[in-house]
């Protein structure tokens, strides 16, 4: 569910036409929803209300100060993965001590700012990232909180680029050295096992797979504790998925999910750390873009906008599907259209869809991509030179620009020139 309805016969973001925003802003931009990001964070705090637990915000997802604030003041910790996040979140106001540090590759810098800013714990994915936390913790004279987060090798049933918990991908270890790794993990007196981790993928639309790797880690915690390690902390990850298309069943609720981790991993009695970000986010927000031309090709019509691939990748990268509506409502019995929906950019790959029923709009209509909060902007570029969209929040009847769009002058002032070019 979420706050962007239509009211008579306007697209409204909560208690805001959709058109006043963009008469002040501009188009393209993303609008979110404070009162969808707060409900969504506060079913998955609910459901896992059966454990001590933290529902930590993957902010990969969506970064901006304004949004990390609406879920750091209900309560949320944040899940980071690089030393410009980390700083994010604590820009924000989040405590280090509900910050998470996920990733691959954390560089011995990134180690050093999340242990001098304070950190929950660190998700270790090898033994090469393990000895440089030892040594970086042991230059500081700390002792750095890790979890080892484990590869279940599952299959999580989604898209190829999204999916993390196989043994071809790169991310863990195998669960199978987890012993030996935990071993080598206790011998380091830089580092404190507290716990395990595991992600096995996103935009997961079904259960079993989780179910799979959460009984995994269930027997890791038994095996790891008779080994004599302190296994007080489950991170189980993000990836819960969202219904991108209206017209699709539901993937399950956060209720759902709670009910299956308390199933699965609830008589271990540790503490219960999750780290979503698509479905706290995704449809939280949207991005709005105006007709710019229908154009009329040989066996088709490309409705062209002033939003581009650059601005939302999602559709190129993944051949994601976006709900594309127009903000004023068609009239009942309307005829529909059949477009190809493209941006500006000078590649095909830049095409949202292809063959789309929709609602009839010409140009200068505006029309919204539902399910653009979560990586929408953090994933945006300034390709083909054209800026940042502006971002803005909306809270009941107010919004405001929570990041502008640069001026073409500012763009181009980023780069600089090298003297002997003079
Ligand atoms: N935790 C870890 C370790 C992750 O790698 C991710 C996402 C999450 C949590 C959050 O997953 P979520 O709840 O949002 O599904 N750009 C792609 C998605 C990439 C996801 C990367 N990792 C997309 O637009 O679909």
């Not at 029923?357 to 653009?372: H, I, N, Q, T, W």
């Not at 054209?386 to 980023?414: C, H, K, N, S, W």
Request: charged share 25%; hydrophobic share 40%.
């Amino acid at each position: 569910m979420d706050h962007f309805l239509y009211r008579n016969g306007v697209l409204h973001a909560e208690d805001v036409p959709i058109a006043d925003i963009a008469a002040t802003v501009g188009t393209p931009f993303y609008v979110y929803s404070t009162a969808t990001l707060t409900r969504h964070f506060t079913l998955f705090d609910e459901a896992l209300n059966f454990a001590d637990h933290l529902v930590c915000f993957a902010m990969k997802s969506a970064s901006n100060q304004a949004i990390l604030k609406v879920l750091a003041n209900a309560g949320a910790g944040m899940d980071v993965v690089s030393g410009g996040e980390y700083l994010r979140a604590k820009a924000a106001g989040v405590r280090g001590d509900k910050i998470v540090f996920s990733g691959v590759g954390k560089t011995a810098d990134e180690m050093r700012l999340a242990l001098e800013g304070g950190i929950r714990q660190f998700n270790v994915e090898s033994e090469p990232e393990m000895i440089v936390l030892d040594q970086v913790a042991q230059s500081l004279g700390v002792i750095a909180p890790i979890t080892v987060r484990v590869n279940p090798d599952v299959d999580a049933k989604t898209h190829a680029k999204i999916a993390t918990g196989k043994s071809e991908n790169k991310f863990g270890i195998p669960i199978s050295r987890a012993r030996e790794v935990y071993a080598m993990a206790a011998s380091l007196p830089g580092l404190k096992v507290i716990g395990i981790d595991v992600h096995i993928g996103s935009q997961l639309t079904d259960l079993a797979p989780f179910e799979a790797a959460y009984r995994k880690v269930a027997e890791l915690t038994e095996q790891l504790r008779a080994d004599g390690h302190e296994i007080k902390r489950l991170d189980l990850g993000g990836g819960l998925g969202i219904p991108y298309a209206r017209s699709n069943e539901a993937p399950p609720l956060p209720t759902d999910y709670g009910a299956l981790i308390e199933r699965t991993v609830g008589h271990l009695g540790c503490e219960i750390e999750i780290e979503p970000g698509r479905l706290i986010s995704g449809n939280a927000g949207l991005m709005v873009s105006k007709v710019i031309y229908v154009k009329s090709g040989e066996d088709r019509d490309f409705l062209i906008l002033d939003g581009a691939m650059n601005d939302l990748i999602r559709p190129a990268m993944y051949e994601a599907w976006h709900d594309i509506v127009p903000v004023v409502e068609p009239a009942p019995g309307a005829e529909p259209a059949k477009y190809d929906i493209v941006g500006p950019i000078c590649e095909s790959g830049d095409t949202f869809a292809k063959g789309r029923e929709m609602p009839a709009v010409g140009p200068d209509d505006l029309v919204a991509f539902r399910s653009a909060g979560a990586y929408g902007a953090v994933m945006s570029s300034e390709y083909n030179s054209r800026p940042l969209i502006p971002e803005v929040l909306v809270d009941g009847d107010q919004f405001a620009v929570i990041r502008p769009r640069p001026t073409y002058e500012e763009m181009i002032a980023r780069d600089t020139v090298p003297k002997w070019l003079d």
